[in-house]
């Protein structure tokens, strides 16, 4: 039985590609760091113990990352295999496995990293590897396997063959090794290359001279290997991950109009029939039920609840919002802060003044009410159920049930006014 599954998380690099004063791995990518993003995808799949290898810009990674891992300092760029020996300190005198990922590789499924773990525990191989297939491999370390499929090395292009040069299996980057074998490996590495680095391509060759028994899970998706080093590829990264999430809600039985203009966040859930409208964002930890009608061009932010059949129309925006059943809040309105109940018409241009400069205040609007066009509602405010506001009231009071409330002033008309 494995006694440790750890993950080591390369976070030091540079980037300055990414033309930024701070750390590439804090990009964010849908409103979520690039490294935090890594180092989630790790602890969804099953890994609790992480240490993150920080170095350039060391403390805005640790601020991200805060609590969720432990760390250790990689001072000098010396390479892959350089870093990975700067976490031995917590390797050692442990039995089992330790996965070797890259912080600045967030689109990761932690379904891969747990299918790699799990072959190499079920195979029982010494290292297993995340491999690629590629039409054209060209820039990438291949793949050289053995009669009996056994990784023997990894070959970078510029040392590699004609002939090695013609194979299409490539280095993932991503690794799982035996702990106790990985650090008799580390110990025997040396800086002999024109870079001056320690390679963790190495570690794989001295295995396999050692006869240890060694193997590679083949990626199906390419996209989930790429990583970022410039804004283009922040930008590719967030289509492609747009894509994903809107895939796997149409897949749940969500119809989108337009994968393309419709930006659906990290862990939202949507029922079944809901009809998603284009140029519609919806922000992470949302949960919208079933039969619901969401845009055109509306946003949903952090926290709301819409339970079934709601309706939320064009240019409106909910905020910590929780949404009754059949309720509709159909156009050009914005509802912060807010509880509404069951059956309610919410009016065009409906504000809920939640903010007075020092504190959010919350709105209550209770079953079966209809709130008339160009409303604000000044929080801390109450309306019971079956309750009818009149159009551009201003309401500063709580209003009882069934009850009709006007807040705005009589109409005075000054005859021939205007002839001055």
Not at 224 to 253: A, P
Request: aromatic share 6%; net charge negative; charged share 25%.
């Amino acid at each position: 039985m494995m006694q440790d599954v750890m993950a080591i998380v390369m976070a030091a690099g540079k980037g300055t590609r990414m033309k930024s004063k701070n750390s590439k791995l804090i990009q964010k990518i849908y409103g979520k760091e690039i490294v935090k993003r890594a180092v989630e995808n790790a602890k969804k799949a099953g890994i609790e113990d992480i240490v993150a290898v920080v170095g350039y810009m060391k403390e805005q990674v640790m601020e991200v990352l805060k609590d969720s891992t432990k760390y250790v300092e990689q001072k000098e760029m010396l390479g892959t295999g350089h870093a990975v020996m700067q976490a031995t300190k917590y390797l050692e005198g442990k039995k089992g496995k330790v996965l070797v990922l890259n912080g600045d590789v967030p689109i990761l499924r932690p379904e891969t990293i747990n299918k790699l773990l799990r072959k190499s525990i079920e195979n029982n191989e010494y290292a297993t590897l995340l491999t690629a297939i590629y039409d054209d491999p060209k820039g990438y370390g291949r793949i050289i396997r053995d009669e009996g499929g056994n990784i023997k090395e990894i070959v970078e292009e510029k040392d590699a063959t004609e002939e090695q040069r013609e194979i299409q299996e490539i280095n993932a980057g991503i690794y799982c090794f035996d702990i106790e074998i990985l650090l008799e490996a580390l110990k025997e590495i040396k800086p002999n290359n024109s870079q001056g680095e320690y390679y963790l391509t190495d570690v794989i060759k001295i295995i396999g001279n050692k006869g240890l028994k060694t193997g590679a899970v083949i990626v199906k998706d390419n996209t989930e290997i790429l990583g970022v080093n410039d804004r283009m590829q922040l930008q590719m990264l967030t289509k492609i991950l747009q894509h994903r999430i809107n895939t796997e809600h149409m897949n749940n039985g969500v119809t989108i109009e337009d994968i393309n203009t419709t930006y659906i966040y990290d862990d939202v859930e949507i029922g079944m029939d809901t009809v998603i409208h284009p140029n519609t964002t919806i922000k992470s930890d949302v949960k919208i039920g079933q039969d619901c009608e969401i845009g055109p061009n509306s946003y949903i932010r952090e926290g709301c609840r819409l339970e079934d059949k709601v309706k939320i129309g064009s240019f409106v925006e909910i905020k910590k919002a929780i949404i009754g059943e059949g309720t509709k809040v159909p156009h050009l309105s914005y509802m912060g802060d807010c509880q509404i109940g069951e059956h309610t018409n919410i009016g065009c241009g409906t504000i809920t003044c939640n903010y007075d400069g020092f504190n959010k205040s919350k709105t209550i609007i209770g079953d079966n009410c209809f709130v008339g066009s160009n409303t604000n509602f000044v929080a801390p405010v109450k309306l019971g159920d079956n309750t009818f506001i009149a159009a551009g009231s201003t309401i500063t009071e709580d209003v009882p049930e069934y009850s009709l409330a006007i807040a705005r002033q009589r109409q005075i008309n000054k005859e021939n006014w205007n002839k001055k």
